[in-house]
C-alpha cells in the first residue's frame, strides 16, 4: 500500500478534522445517494443525511480496528461502513417496533460473530457506484489544482480541455495568444496529474483502485503526444460527473 | 341537434385554425427571411434581433395556441367527468374535477390574454411594461388571499411582556410558514400609536410588518436567541430592523414585509418565458439586473461590517421596488470574535468555509464577505441555469448563457484568492455587462475586473448615522443610500468608472484585439514611456527598501516589498510608529504586512522558514537591530523554543508561501500557544523579496 495512503489513514486515526473533512468532502454526496437509494421508502432524506454524518462517525470508530491492507477496495471499505450504519438504523427501529432488538452487522470482514456484509447485506458494491467513487477522486484533484493552479490558468485549462473549446476562441475569451493558452493548459494539465497521484493514493487500498486510471484514459506517465487523449478522457469523466451530480441533485 | 352541434365544433376548429395557420405562415416567413439573411451575409445585429424577437413572436403565438386547445378540451373533459359524478353522488370528486375545470379555464384565459394581446404587444417593443403589469397583477389579487385567516386585527393590549404571538404596538395579520430556526413569523400591521413612535425615532414605517419571534416557551433555544440578536444594531443601520424586543424568555424583532416572490421562482419563470435555450434579451437583463442589484446590498452589508452568511435564491424577493435580501438569521458582525460555524445552505455555501470550521477559525480571522460573494456567484448560477451548482465551482454551464456572464460565476465562486476581493467588484463587472450593446460579444477579457481597471470599492464607515430612510425603500428603491438601484443613476461606482473611461466597449473591433495591445493602444507612446521610467523608479526604491528594511531594520524610512498595501502614515495609523489603539485588528494583519523597522526594540520575533541558513541570518541582523529573536532569549525555556519554533512550522506545514489559510493557522495558533509573540518572519525560501511579516498585536508606542 502506498505511503500517502497509510498517512492519510493515520491522520483518520488520529482523528485530525482536516482529514475527516477531506473524506466527507469528497465521497460524502456519494454516501447520501447510496443510503438514500437503499432506503428508498423506509427513511427520509433528512434521516439519510444524519445517517451519511454518523457514518462517518461509524468510520472514526471502524478504522481503529480495519486494516486496508488485506485486500478490499477503497469503494468496498466506505461501502461497508455506509451498509452498516443503515442496518443498524434500520434494526434500531425494527427492535424499538418488536420491543426487543437483533444484533447489527459485523462491520469487519474478519469478524466472524457477526456476518459479512459484502455477502450478507446481499447489496455489492455495483457499476454506478464504482463509478461515483472513481468520478469523485477526479473531482477531488480537479478541485486541488484549482485551488493552487492561478485562476487564469486554470480558467484557461477549464475553458480549453474541459469544455472543449477552440484554442483559438479561448484564447480571445481571455485577452491573450493561442500559446499562452496551450502553455497555460499544459501547466495545470501536469498539476493535474500530480494531483491525481496524490488523491489516489489517498484513496486507494488496492492495485484495482490504481487501474481505474489507466482504464479511464487518464495516464499519470504519459508517453510523448498522450495529452491530447489525456484532455478527451477527462472531459469526458468530468461531464459524467456533471451529469450525474445534476440528477442526483434533483432526485 | 346534432347539426347544431357539428357547426360549433365546426366554428370552433375554424377559430382555432385562425390562429394557429397566421402564427405557422409567420414562422415560416421569419424562417425565410433568416436564410436570405445567412445567404447574403447580411449580420447586422439589429436585424438578428429583430429576427428573434419574430421567432419568439410565432414560436409563442404556436404554444400558446396549442395549449389553448389542448385546455379547453381537458376543460371540457373535466366537466363532462364532473357532471357524471354528480350523477353518481360523489361530492369529493366532483368538487375535484370542478376543480379541475377552473384551472384549465384559467389557463386558456392566459392562453388567449397572450395570444390577443401578450405576444403582439411584445413584438411592437412593450415587453418591459408588459411584464411588470404581469408581475403586479397577481401579487394584487393574491394579496388578500394571503391573508385569508386573519388574526385579530385588533391592537394587542400595551403589555411590557409579550405572549407568543402579541406584540406590543402591532396587529398581527397572519403567519408565515416557519424557517430553519425554528422562530415564528407573523406579519403585522403597526398600531397608529407605534407608527408615530418609530417616525419620531426618525424611522419611516411601512404599512406591513414581520415579526419575527423567539421564545423559550414555545421550543426556542438560547443559543439561537443570542445568534440572532448579535448584528440586530448593524442591521437597523441598514433598515432591515426597526426594532427588537428581549425579556427573560422571549425576544423578537420587527422587519420590513417584502411582497414579491422568491429568486428562485423569479427564475423559474424567466426560463419558462425564454425557453430551453437559455435566457434572451429582456429576461437576460432582468437577470443581470437581480445580480446586479444583489451584490450591490451585499456591499452596503459588508461597508456596514455584516456578513449575510446566507445568500441562497429563496432569501431573495424580487418586488416591485426591486430585489430585497432577507432571513438575517445567519448575520454575523464580520469583527465576531465567536468561532465559525458551519450554518449556510448546502451548493450555496463555499465549501472552504466548512473547512475554517472545522479548523476551529474564529469569524474575524477570514474575510466573511467572500463567502457572500461565493453565494452571488451560485445565485448568478441558478438565475442562468434554472438549477443550482451542484458541482461548486466546477458546475457546468448546459444552457447557452454569454461567456463573460459565465467568467462572472466563475471569478465570484473562485478559490478563496482569486475571488472577486469585495462585491462592489462584482458590481461593477455586472454593470459593465448591463451596459454592454450585446453581452453575448463581450469576452471575459474585457470585464473591469480583468482589464484590473476596477474602481476601489466605496468607502463607507462601519458606524454610519443610524438611516434615516423608509426601510422599504432602503433595501431596492432610489434612496439606498450609497448604491442606487434606479434605472438611470448607477452609483457613485458606476459614475467613478465612467469617469475614469471604464465605459462598455463601443468599438467592435476593439474587442478583438489582445489585451496587452489594447493596453498600448490606450496608453499611446508618452504614457507609456512615463509607466516604463515610474517602472524603474519603482523597481530602484523596491530594492534599496528591501536591503535596508531586512539587513539594518529600525534605519531604513523607505517603503519595503514587505509592507506591501501599507503605507508609513497607515502604520501610524495602526498603530505601529505613532500612537497605537490598544488593539490592532488581526484580519487587516493576515492579509497586510509591516515592516521590521516599525516594531519597537526588544520585539520578540520568530523567524519561521524552510531555508535553515537564510533564517540563521536573518536572525542575526534581527538581533543587530535591537529586536529580540525566540532563538536569542534566554528568558524562554529551550522547551517553549523549542514548541514555538516545531509549532509555527507545523502550522505553516508544507504550505504555498502565499497561501492564506496557512496564514489564519499561524495567527489562530500564535492566539493560543505562543501569545507573548510581537511578530512572526515568515521566510520564502531563499527570496527574501517575498518575506513576509505577521504582527500578531499592537506594539506600545515610543510615547508610551
Redesign the interface.
Known sequence: MHDLTTRFVGRLRARDPQAWFELWETFGPILRAQLARWGRGRIGPETVADLSQETLTALSTAIDRHDPSKGARFSTWLLAIAKYTLSDEMDKRYAQKRGGGIKPLSLSPQDDDGPRLDVEGGERPDQEYEAQVFEAKVDAALRQVERSAGFEDFEAFRQRVLEGKGGRSVAAALGTSEATISRRAGRVRDALRGALSDVFSKYSFTEEDWDELPRNGLELNPKKGQDASFDEALAEVWLRASRRRQQKGRS | MNVIGGGILLLFFMAVMAVILPAILIWIAVRLVGLVFRIFGIGNRTLRHGGGNLMRFAKGMLNDALSLVSGLVAAILALVLGLTNILLLRGRAVRHYFAAVEDELVAVMQCAYRLILGHPLRLLGMGPALTNLEERMPQMMAGPRKFETPGPDVPMPQTASNTPGEFEGYRVLSQLPPGGSGALLHVARPTPEKASELRDKGVSVPERVVIKAFSLETGSTLPQIVRESRALEAAGRLGLVLEHHLDESSFHYVMPFMAGDTLDVTARRLHEHSGDDGLQHGDLQDAMGHARDLTRILARFHSEGLWHKDIKPTNLIVGPTGLHVVDLGLVTPLASAMTLTTHGTE?YRD?EL??LA??GVKVHQVDGAKFDIYGSGAVLYTLLEN??P???????F?RPSP?ALQ?VV??AM??M??RYGAAAHMTQDLEYLLKAEDVWSV????LPS?RGTLAPPMEVSHRAPATTKAPYRAMGGDDWAAVSTGPDDHGPVTRAAHAAGWGPPTLQGQR?L??TA?RRKRRGPFKALALAGMGLLSITFYRAAFTNSFHNPGVSDTASPASLGTSRSEGRERGFAGNPPDEVSELDLIVKTTRLSELPPQSLILVSGPNKASAHALRQNISKAGLMPVANDASLSSETRRNWIAGAQVQRGDS?YSDPAARVRLIAWQKVNAPELDALVWLAGDDLSRTEVLVFKAAPSSED
Open positions: 451548493y465549501p466548512v473547512r472545522m479548523k438549477s443550482f451542484a458541482h461548486g465551482s466546477l458546475s457546468r448546459n461567456k467568467f466563475r471569478k473562485a478559490d484568492d482569486s469576452q471575459p477579457a474585457d480583468y478583438h489582445g489585451r489594447r504555498a
